[in-house]
């Protein structure tokens, strides 16, 4: 058995856009109406999202779509047991793990590898939280008496950003006397600006890397007063943390060898797993390598 200690090496973060990629995907969670434009905005307030019945509901449409968001395709690894993610030629199964120090787990299918980022104390990665979202509404009925293919997961930016598109039509149905389905206006969009909260995880941009703040010091005015407040309502304090070196995190990845199943060379295992770990930094955390130039 050999484990490998990885040195990453110096990233710094970038500006990931949000919803510049997403503008084309939705067709496929926008149910077919001929009759958009003409429909009326009606605002129509739901209720039962606390409901038992909703909550299992939910919970498997999340699990159907992977725990993933079908827009910008973010994942959420703590919300289910595991999470399959395609990685260039690799599949791959992801866990997250937050019990003391964190601990974000890759699994290679195919491969006796599993690849394990140990971040350090007061370190987090920042999940994104899923909705569920209806792609049409019935008066009169209950959130979870639809068929799932009415249903679809979105993360809580996507879920928000598609009720304030005016383009888009969430059309509002009843069922006539005859059972007939007959659309008869459309959910009024609403304003949608993402706000930041330094309490709140999920109000950060999904797998940026975070930091616990546990002093006042190196914060500007607007946060150090953000920071009082906090700490008075016995809060956490979170900020956005620009940089990934092994001060940060320490990745490995273990491997055992002259396994039965094993088709792959030392080789082999090694390109593999320096491929996934940076795609994962790159690609889905969303930091570049550091250069001086």
């Not at 200690?5 to 496929?28: A, M, Q, W």
């Amino acid at each position: 058995m050999v484990d490998e200690n990885k040195v990453i090496g110096h990233f710094y973060t970038y500006d990931k856009p949000r919803f510049d990629n997403i503008k084309e995907s939705l067709e496929e969670i926008e149910m077919s109406n001929g009759a958009k434009g003409a429909l009326p905005n009606v605002v129509d307030i739901q209720t039962g999202y606390e409901d038992p019945r909703w909550i299992e509901k939910s919970n498997s449409i999340k699990a159907r779509d992977n725990y993933t968001c079908q827009l910008c395709h973010v994942f959420n690894p703590m919300q289910g047991d595991y999470v399959f993610v395609k990685q260039g030629e690799y599949e791959t199964i992801h866990h997250y793990y937050w019990a003391g120090n964190d601990k974000y787990m890759i699994f290679v299918k195919g491969y006796t590898l599993s690849i394990t980022f140990d971040f350090m104390p007061g370190f987090h990665l920042a999940m994104p939280r899923l909705n569920v979202h209806h792609k049409i509404y019935y008066r009169n009925r209950d959130l979870w008496d639809y068929q799932d293919d009415c249903l679809v997961t979105l993360c809580e930016d996507c879920h928000h950003y598609v009720h304030s598109l005016k383009e888009l039509c969430i059309p509002i149905a009843e069922v006539n006397a005859d059972g007939q389905t007959i659309i008869i206006g459309r959910i009024h969009s609403k304003t949608y600006k993402p706000q930041l909260d330094h309490t709140d995880l999920g109000s950060f941009r999904p797998f940026s890397l975070v930091e616990e703040i546990i002093w006042e010091v190196g914060l500007n005015e607007q946060d150090s007063a953000d920071f009082k407040r906090a700490m008075n309502e016995n809060k956490q304090w979170f900020n956005h943390h620009a940089i990934l070196d092994d001060k940060v995190v320490n990745i490995s990845y273990f491997t055992q060898k002259n396994q039965p199943n094993s088709k792959y060379t030392d080789k082999e295992t090694r390109i593999a797993a320096e491929f996934i770990i940076h795609d994962f930094i790159e690609n889905i955390m969303g930091y570049s390598r550091y250069s001086s130039s």
